[in-house]
């Protein structure tokens, strides 16, 4: 599996910014995918994640209410849509693909076996 990341952009606070994981390969109802995010100096953080057998989604308790993550699977693509950006989300978005993942391993970046190239999101005060 192969995935491509790209939407990150300079915003303002409050603004919306809409991220986009375009995953290639073999994607089936086993995996999970999601945004992890990573900001210079800290360690990558879960972000969100959503599994394609049933929609299910998960979301870190900092971006819950903000963030949606959701998948279109005709394009085989997983999309953030960040609303309301605070300073404190800059960082390196990643999206992430894993099989079988159970609910309690879906917050782990280890979890994961395929990764995109991150793509830049900054927010400015």
């Known amino acids: 599996v192969q995935l491509q990341a790209f939407g990150g952009g300079l915003v303002q606070a409050g603004d919306s910014l809409r991220l986009s994981c375009a995953a290639s390969?073999?994607?089936?109802?086993?995996?999970?995918l999601a945004w992890f995010r990573q900001a210079p100096g800290k360690e990558r953080e879960f972000v969100t994640a959503?599994?394609?057998?049933?929609?299910?989604?998960y979301y870190a308790d900092s971006v819950k209410g903000r963030f949606t993550i959701s998948r279109d699977n005709a394009k085989n693509t997983v999309y953030l849509q960040m609303n309301s950006l605070k300073p404190e989300d800059t960082a390196v978005y990643y999206c992430a693909a894993g099989v079988r993942l159970i609910v309690s391993s879906i917050r782990f970046p280890t979890s994961y076996n395929f990764w995109g190239q991150g793509t830049q999101v900054t927010v400015s005060s």
């Open positions: 959503i599994r394609w057998s049933d929609r299910s989604t």
């Open positions: 390969g073999r994607t089936d109802r086993s995996y999970a």
